[in-house]
């Protein structure tokens, strides 16, 4: 991403978490750092149409490690798959690598987002109550189920409303040809890759999560590399 493009988006991120910011500026702030993060994709995508060198397919991996290792990597699948960008989760000691797979525009958001988004569930989880009575590893691991489910559903307006201002069907058609060939790439590198069953979580901490979710700031302060991701105390 340009450094133009990141310093938009640390501007308004700073303005976001000022405490002196009303909700429904820092609302406004974080809408438009997630605006431009979304543009950025889909501007991208269409410079690759013309110039596919501009834009390749490639992979990363990205290691998320315990505690919450694998609610940490639901947050990960969750900002990777409305970002047109696939993930594989392999077991790695008490924690997991996380392969990557999408255009390098996209994996660049990803690991953008994805890092930001660990440092605000830390803080929000930090800052969650558990209610008396419960436990708090089920109640923190539904809290970030409902982070998770937000962000995702919030990144795919997003990117819904960037493809409509840019072109409506001309540059969804785009926009699906680049997703099939990322799924291509994961088929060859998993020819045998299998569907994980779906969780069954329980606890109280939903509801929380997804409140803090449709809070977080969706523009990212950074780049993470393939090192260990940041961590949530247990």
Not at 171 to 177: F, G, K, Y
């Amino acid at each position: 991403m340009s450094e133009a493009m990141l310093s938009k988006v640390r501007k308004l991120l700073a303005q976001a978490e000022d405490p002196a910011c009303t909700p429904a500026e820092s609302a406004a702030f974080m809408a438009k750092a997630t605006e431009l993060i979304a543009r950025y994709g889909v501007d991208r995508a269409l410079l690759a149409a013309r110039d596919p060198a501009a834009d390749p397919v490639g992979d990363r991996t990205v290691d998320v490690i315990a505690p919450y290792a694998r609610d940490k990597a639901g947050l990960l699948a969750a900002v990777a798959e409305p970002l047109r960008c696939r993930c594989v989760r392999r077991r790695q000691g008490n924690g997991f690598v996380m392969h990557l797979f999408g255009f390098a525009s996209d994996l660049e958001r990803v690991e953008l987002l994805f890092t930001s988004l660990l440092v605000q569930a830390a803080h929000g989880l930090a800052g969650a109550a558990v209610p008396a009575g419960e436990h708090p590893a089920a109640f923190r691991r539904t809290w970030l189920a409902g982070f998770a489910y937000v962000v995702a559903e919030r990144l795919r307006a997003a990117e819904s409303k960037a493809v409509a201002e840019s072109g409506g069907t001309s540059t969804a058609l785009v926009l699906a040809d680049r997703s099939d060939r990322v799924q291509r790439r994961v088929a060859e590198a998993y020819p045998r890759l299998r569907t994980a069953p779906r969780r069954r979580l329980a606890g109280g901490g939903f509801g929380s999560g997804a409140a803090a979710g449709r809070r977080a700031d969706l523009g990212g302060t950074g780049v993470a590399g393939t090192g260990a991701a940041p961590g949530i105390a247990g």
